[in-house]
Structure formats: C-alpha cells, structure tokens
C-alpha cells in the first residue's frame, strides 16, 4: 500500500512538471510588444550648449612716450572715460623746445642761403656742384626741423582710441624711459566673453553663430551676442579650445571680470543620429539603448553628444534607419523575441 502511494505522489511530480515547463515555453515564444523610434540624421536639428565665461575687454594699449623724460602733467584719473584724441599727459618739453627753436634757425639760414645763391645760378655765374651741395643742405635742414617737431609733439600723449583708464602706473615728478606704460586704456564700446570650449563641442561652433549672455552681476540680464574669434590651438591640459563671443556696450554697463553664461546656439553635425531621451540607459560601464534587430532585441552602446529640439544626439553606435526601442525596453533581452507595434519617426 505504501508503494502504491508512492507511485501516484511520482506520477503526479512528474506531469506537474512537465505542465510547468510546457507553459514556460509558451510564455517564452510569446514575443514582447514594443514601441520602436525610427532614428534618423541629426542635420538641421538646433541644439542649445551653455557655457560658463568671463567678460574681458575688447581692446586695450599700455600707453607710453617714444624717448623718457620727467612727467610734468597727468590729464587723466583712473575709471575715467577719455574720447579718441583726448590729452593724456605731458613730459618735459624744454629740451625738445630747444631743439625745435634750433633747427628752425638752421632751416631759415638755409632758406635764405638757397634763394640767394638761386638768383646766381639762374644766371649762370654758379657751378652745379655748388649749387648741389647748396640744395642738399636745404633739404638737410628741413629734414632736422621736422624730427625736432615731431619730438615736440611727441612730449604729448594722446588716447589713440576712446575708453576707460584701467590703471595710471606714474605720477608727476616721475622720471619715464622711453617706451615706459604709464596709462592702460581699454575699449569698452565692445566686450568680449572668454570661454573654454570643450573640444567634443568645438566642431559645433563656428564665428558669427548667434549666443545669448546672461551676466549675472546685472540681476541675470540677458544680451545678444555672437561668436566674434575661435581658436585653432587646444590647452595642453585642459583640452579646451579659447572662444571669444563679442557683446555691445554702448551704456557702459559691462565691465571686466564679470561673470556670464553663453548659451550658444548650434545646429547638429551630418552624421549624429537623433533619438528620444528615454530611450538612452546609464549603465556603470557606459550609456545604451536597446533595438530591434530581425525580430529580436539587442543591445547598443552608444556616445551622446549635444541636446536636440526633439532627443539626444548619438555621436557613434547607431546608424540612420535603425530602430530604437522606447517603450517595453524594460522586459526585452539580448537575442529575445519581439513584436514591433508601433513605429514612430524621430524627425
């Protein structure tokens, strides 16, 4: 009798195992539904990349005299605004008066010399060779007339263009050698926001692309701007390549070191594919997105590059025309059954 109950506990083990397993693989066949995005090319998608900058000065010259001399008049102060011509300030002007006073003297004998010895040589009584040496001292004396004013005037120091003194690095009294800062001037007409690009964004940025800045020490005003210069040469360390968008400043609001953020406006390089954001996943190892692949799941590794209008640009791991899994990636497998339900174009 106990072997018979035994028997029948075993049999019935048996189809109950076999039912189980003969379910499993029903459940197995069945396909799982998904919605796949059709990705296509990335080409006249707008993107959005913000940066973080520093505004700096457009334009900027550590003014000086030509020869040194003692500083006898200063016209300007620091932060003060000076207008293209303006004076700017005054070396001792007594020796080049002098020589100015001199030459003038030698140039008026010469003068004087000349029209005398014309009326001689007009009429035949002089020899070429007097007459020669006779025009060249003229012209010798012209010539030191001229350097003596020219360094009369150079005792003068003018602004070259207008803008802001920055910094007076001399007072009266000081003693200048020749080519010696005494005055740093700035443009401020125009800034410019310095950024460090990095160099996967780079090939995104091109001169006279449209930016907005956002300065955040005028309460977050935001300006206009546009890529003004871009370098050609990376930082050795950091890898990122200088860029300079270019702001106007006609109210004299932007001033040097204030901090920014540009947000520059660029359009997606041919070749990055588009897809939805919910299709990528953050795994530990790297990002992925599932697709569908003869009737089956598989799984990608993918590089992301810029933001898009309408998903993340795929800068390598997919081709255009494939298919990326939206919904239903959850339950999908590498190698398992799917069915395709709906097909979405990511344009």
């Not at 049999?11 to 799982?32: F, N, Y």
């Not at 003692?70 to 080049?96: C, H």
């Not at 800045?213 to 309460?219: E, T």
Request: net charge positive; proline share 3%.
């Amino acid at each position: 009798m106990k072997n018979y109950t035994t028997y029948i506990m075993l049999i019935t083990a048996a189809l109950l195992t076999a039912c189980t397993t003969e379910l499993g693989r029903k459940a197995e066949k069945q396909p799982v539904k998904v919605t796949v995005a059709v990705i296509s090319e990335a080409g006249g998608s707008e993107s959005v990349q913000n940066y973080s900058g520093v505004l700096t000065e457009n334009r900027s010259a550590m003014l000086s005299f030509q020869t040194g001399g003692k500083l006898t008049k200063l016209y300007v102060k620091e932060g003060e605004r000076v207008s293209k011509g303006q004076k700017i300030a005054m070396v001792d002007q007594t020796q080049s008066l002098n020589a100015l006073r001199s030459a003038e003297a030698a140039l008026a004998q010469a003068m004087d010399g000349y029209d005398r010895l014309k009326v001689v040589h007009d009429s035949g009584a002089l020899s070429d060779v007097k007459w020669v040496e006779m025009e060249t001292k003229l012209q010798q004396a012209n010539s030191m007339a001229q350097i003596a004013r020219k360094n009369l005037e150079d005792c003068t120091l003018y602004a070259p263009f207008s803008g802001v003194v920055s910094s007076v690095n001399m007072g009266v009294g000081s003693h200048l050698l020749p080519s010696q800062g005494i005055v740093r001037l700035i443009s401020t007409d125009t800034m410019l926001v310095k950024l460090d690009i990095p160099e996967n964004d780079i090939s995104y940025i091109e001169v006279g692309q449209s930016v907005d800045v956002q300065v955040f020490p005028l309460k977050g005003k935001i300006m206009k701007g546009v890529v003004a210069r871009k370098w050609a040469d990376a930082d050795n360390l950091s890898h990122t390549y200088p860029v300079m968008v270019e702001l106007p400043n006609k109210d004299g609001s932007l001033l040097t070191g204030m901090v920014c953020k540009a947000s520059i406006h660029t359009k997606g390089v041919g070749g990055n594919m588009v897809i939805p954001y919910q299709a990528v996943q953050l795994m530990p190892d790297g990002r992925y997105v599932w697709c569908v692949e003869s009737g089956k799941s598989t799984r990608r590794r993918v590089t992301i590059g810029d933001f898009a209008s309408n998903g993340v640009v795929v800068t390598s791991g997919l081709a255009a025309g494939d298919s990326v899994i939206i919904d239903g990636r959850q339950k999908v497998y590498e190698g398992g059954q799917v069915s395709v339900c709906t097909k979405l174009s990511n344009n």
